[in-house]
């Protein structure tokens, strides 16, 4: 069955940014390469590549800490990449911005420098069955080592969040509610606004897991009035090794260090220290100052593009990638029908493995993934051990969808062949 493709305007996203991004434009196993593992790792466009580069051949030195040229050039671009970030999600103020390395870095700086601060026996913390893994593991670990108690919102019969269980979730021992934007897994778009709102209305502090968020729709954060999010830099065009966390102000100067060394102090004795101002104090030892400056480089070239265009492209690409795979009767969707971000997971309903189906699909060029994407609670919840996903970003085409949706077919028929 051949599905007539969606004739969109800003379908010419992609046909004017592919050739930005040189990995692409290469063969695997003999087939052009179809990349559809988004969720996991963006590639990277030639500006971001050119800043990183340019960084480590004119201007390689420490921040902050060097009156030499160099170093001031250096300073000068990471901290300018931090301001872009603070203007792209809205932030007052790029004092609200703190480099980590990865979103779970974030994670745990806020669970172990205000979670150990403020939790204590029997109070709260509210996540959900579809979290990350870096959602869940620094949480328990806190947990742990407070008396805190954990509680998960459910998860819905069409794989949505569960917003009438979160509801009664909600008491005064709850003091935080940690919860994921857009699920890697199921795709669906947590209502983010209401959630935050029934928190905030009982004093209770929100974070926000925006790493699928982040790289393919507007976010502000002064809107969503959430107190922090975190993001990953890889999965927006930038380099492994970077990525923020955002805290309202007021928050992140009543919050402990993290990390202690060096950067992150005001007067350094034998005894004690005392320590720098935002954001400073949670940025201990020498940053990633190439792949900030790279960062920097990759909100340029997404905010050139347009975030809003992004999505709306993303979103046609979304619903034409859904409508084609539920023509397969062998393969099991999982997530919601509707409002949902550019990626399906899924899993053959029987006789083969989701990693089987990944390493066929490999054999021709396509790169999906496969196993329980981090959030291995979510998949005993449907009592599978792995699904194969497809997640797609700007740089993706229907077309590309029309050659995976072949191959697709390809490899079910291959595995019912053997079968017999």
Not at 299 to 323: H, R, S, V
């Amino acid at each position: 069955m051949t599905s007539t493709a969606p004739k969109i305007q800003t379908l010419t996203i992609a046909d004017r940014t592919r050739a930005d991004f040189p990995i692409l434009n290469q063969e695997v196993n003999g087939q052009p390469l179809i990349y559809f593992d988004n969720a996991a790792s963006s590639q990277k466009p030639i500006a971001v590549l050119d800043a990183w580069r340019y960084y480590y051949e004119h201007d390689n030195a420490n921040v902050h800490r060097g009156a030499h040229t160099l170093s001031a050039r250096a300073t000068d671009a990471y901290e300018l990449a931090r301001e872009k970030v603070a203007k792209f999600i809205n932030a007052r103020s790029s004092q609200e911005i703190v480099y980590t390395r990865n979103a779970s870095e974030a994670i745990n700086l806020v669970a172990y420098s205000w979670g150990m601060a403020n939790l204590n026996k029997g109070d709260e913390v509210i996540l959900s069955a579809m979290e990350h893994h870096s959602n869940l593991v620094p949480w328990q670990m806190v947990a742990q080592k407070t008396g805190a108690v954990l509680r998960h919102v459910q998860i819905t019969d069409s794989g949505e969040l569960d917003l009438e269980h979160y509801k009664t979730l909600l008491s005064d021992r709850t003091k935080l509610v940690s919860i994921v934007h857009v699920s890697n897994t199921l795709g669906c778009i947590n209502p983010i606004a209401e959630i935050i709102s029934l928190a905030h209305d009982r004093g209770i502090k929100v974070l926000l897991d925006a790493c699928q968020s982040v790289p393919h729709m507007p976010i502000d954060v002064q809107a969503i009035d959430c107190d922090w999010l975190v993001a990953s830099g890889h999965k927006m065009c930038a380099p492994t090794g970077i990525g923020f966390l955002y805290g309202k102000l007021d928050l992140l100067r009543e919050m402990p260090p993290f990390l202690g060394g060096g950067e992150m102090i005001a007067e350094v004795y034998l005894d004690h220290s005392t320590y720098a101002d935002l954001p400073h104090k949670f940025e201990a030892g020498t940053p990633a100052i190439g792949e900030a400056i790279a960062l920097g480089a990759a909100i340029d070239y997404l905010q050139n593009i347009g975030m809003d265009k992004i999505y709306a492209y993303e979103q046609e690409l979304a619903g034409y990638l859904l409508k084609r795979m539920l023509e397969i009767p062998e393969i099991q969707i999982y997530g919601p029908l509707d409002h949902r971000a550019a990626l399906v997971a899924f899993a053959p309903k029987a006789g083969f493995h989701a990693n089987d189906v990944a390493e066929i699909l490999d054999q021709s060029g396509v790169a999906i993934r496969s196993g329980h994407h981090c959030t291995q609670p979510l998949h005993s919840h449907f009592g599978i051990t792995g699904t194969a996903r497809a997640s797609l970003y700007f740089y993706n085409t229907v077309a590309e969808i029309d050659a995976f949706m072949g191959h697709l077919r390809e490899a079910i028929a291959f595995f019912k062949n053997i079968m017999g």
